[in-house]
């Protein structure tokens, strides 16, 4: 990886290495965190961001200022409760109905759930699984 600096209309060069793992305490210990550790929370919040940005799309396709939409749907994932006016018995349907899945993703966090569904579809879909009729009388 490399990066190009600009020092008074001098380039200069410089090669950054990336650190195999990065320390960090915890509880007074040193731990060494690994790449693959830094990849997860990467793609947590990534997600997170992500669902962020969907919401507050929604909100504005709506019709309702950038900044307001921004501020609901922030409260709203993490389930604060503040409200700049939009959550009201007035608002659409569609968004009651949006703002009820955000709460819950908020609540139970995307991780669990995302675990939850994989958990249920490969045990749905799970070819190598056997079920026998066993019949049992009383």
């Not at 961001?49 to 507050?56: C, R």
């Not at 409760?81 to 939009?86: C, E, K, N």
């Not at 703002?99 to 579809?121: C, D, N, P, S, Y």
Request: charged fraction near 15%.
């Amino acid at each position: 990886m490399l990066n190009i600096w600009r020092l008074n209309n001098k380039s200069k060069i410089i090669k950054v290495k990336r650190p195999k793992s990065t320390t960090d305490y915890q509880c007074g210990k040193k731990i060494e965190l690994s790449p693959d550790y830094a990849r997860v929370t990467l793609s947590y919040v990534a997600l997170y961001i992500f669902t962020f940005l969907i919401g507050v799309f929604v909100f504005v396709a709506a019709g309702y200022p950038v900044v307001d939409a921004m501020f609901e749907y922030a409260s709203t994932l993490s389930t604060i409760g503040l409200s700049v006016g939009i959550t009201s018995a007035e608002m659409p349907t569609f968004l009651k109905i949006v703002q009820i899945i955000t709460m819950w993703f908020g609540r139970l966090e995307f991780i669990a759930i995302i675990i939850a569904v994989l958990k249920m579809t490969t045990s749905f879909y799970d070819s190598d699984v056997v079920v026998e009729n066993n019949t049992h009388s009383v």
